[in-house]
């Protein structure tokens, strides 16, 4: 089993918001493979795929989670899901927006810090580990980010028109990696996405 932990916010009010962009991969995955994330599980919205049955390669089962809670609860999620299903941190792929990144641009990390991000903050807390695979989805402005306690409304506002479309490519790229890490693992993953 394998888990792909898209971050966001609940709410229509948060839909299409920069700190959303890690729901918009998971929904991406979903289209593609055809799974339907609505099932309630570990306060997400889960999907599963039986491999073999989509583009999910060979081996175990892979579920995709939207987390229910805010932001910063992310963890109890990821936490929950690792209890139940017996995963190891390595087995989890964590998916989220990053402001220290310009718009479009992605990195795959195996593990570190998070760097200041809430949502991977409560992850690394709840599964007592910072070495979980993620995927850094750049969501900043080419003028640059805004500091203090304009990040909040930053992170929280939606996409400018103009944006849309590198959102869209982003989100598209995103999918490819985690297909990737799915099917070649996370070496591989960063060898071809990363740059």
Known sequence: ??????????????????????????EE???????????????SLAGRLARGDGDGGD???VLLAKPQTYMNRSGYAARCFAERYGLEPGD????????????GKLRLRRSGSPAGHRGLESVIENLRTAEVP??????????GKPEG????DFVLSPFAPDELETVAELVHRAADACETWL?????????????
């Open 149 to 152: 306690e304009d990040m909040v």
């Open 92 to 103: 989890l792929l964590v998916v989220y927006d990053e402001v220290n990144l310009p718009l």
């Open 59 to 61: 081996g175990g089962d």
């Open 183 to 195: 099917r070649e693992g996370v070496e591989a993953a960063m060898n071809r996405h990363n740059g």
């Open 134 to 143: 993620r995927l850094r989805l750049g969501v900043a402005p080419e003028d």
């Open 29 to 43: 995955l979903a289209r593609r493979w055809q799974v339907a994330v609505d099932r309630l599980e570990c306060n």
């Open 1 to 26: 089993m394998r888990l792909i932990l898209g971050l966001g916010n609940p709410g229509e009010e948060y839909r299409d918001t920069r700190h959303n962009v890690g729901f918009r991969v998971v």
